[in-house]
C-alpha cells in the first residue's frame, strides 16, 4: 500500500497486510496480532484494536478505503473495502470471470430468497448458469475460501463476511437482514 499524505508506523502498515491478506479478522485476532507487533506501533495509537484500525481508517480515507466491521453475535469481525467500483478495482479487484460472476449473483439472489438465507450446495448446483457442476463447486470453494460465502456447522452455505460488509445495500435491497456494521 502506498500512503501519498502520511506516513504510517510500520506495525499499522503490517496490520493492514495482514488484513488485507486474510480479508478479514476477528477482534480478537486484531488483538492478538497487535499484541505480537506491539513494540513497533508507535505509543500514541496504543494497543485498543478499535482505537488502532480507527489510525489506519484515517489515512485510507484519500485511497477510497475503509476498514469497516459487523457484528457476529457479540463478536466483531472487521474487514477491508473498496468504497469505489472504479475501472482499477473492476479490473484488479476480482478474479471471477463473465461466466463465474453471473453464478455467483444467481447464488446470492437464491440465499436472499431462502428460509434463513442459506442452502445445501446441490440445491445451489441448478444456479450455476453456463457452469459445469465440476467448475462451479470450484467456484464455490473459492468464494467460500476468499470469504464471500460461508459454510456452517451442517455445511449449509450462507452469506460470508465480505458479503455482509462489501455488498450489504445489495443484499439489503434483497431483503437480507444485515448484521449491525462498524463503522469506525
Known amino acids: 500500500f502506498l500512503f501519498p499524505r502520511e506516513s504510517m508506523a510500520a506495525g499499522l502498515q503490517t496490520l493492514l497486510q495482514a488484513l488485507a491478506q486474510r480479508k478479514t479478522m476477528s477482534e480478537n485476532e486484531v488483538a492478538d496480532y497487535l499484541e505480537s507487533i506491539g513494540k513497533y506501533i508507535a505509543p500514541e495509537v496504543g494497543e485498543n484494536p478499535e482505537s488502532v484500525l480507527k489510525q489506519i481508517n484515517k489515512r485510507l480515507k484519500c485511497m477510497d478505503l475503509e476498514i469497516r466491521g459487523y457484528y457476529v453475535g457479540e463478536e466483531k469481525v472487521f474487514g477491508l473495502i473498496n468504497l469505489v467500483s472504479d475501472e482499477v478495482a473492476k479490473n ?84 437480507v437482514e444485515i448484521p449491525q456494521i462498524i463503522h469506525l
Open 92 to 175: 484488479e479487484g476480482g478474479t471471477l470471470d463473465d461466466v463465474q460472476l453471473e453464478a455467483f449473483k444467481k447464488v446470492l439472489k437464491m440465499l436472499a430468497e431462502s428460509a434463513e438465507h442459506k442452502a445445501a450446495c446441490c440445491e445451489l448446483e441448478d444456479h450455476r448458469g453456463r457452469l459445469s457442476v465440476a467448475k462451479f463447486k470450484d467456484l464455490v470453494e473459492a468464494l467460500c475460501e476468499n470469504q464471500w460465502l460461508a459454510r456452517d456447522d451442517d455445511d449449509f452455505l450462507t452469506y460470508g463476511p465480505r458479503s455482509y460488509l462489501e455488498l450489504s445495500e445489495n443484499l439489503r435491497v434483497s431483503g
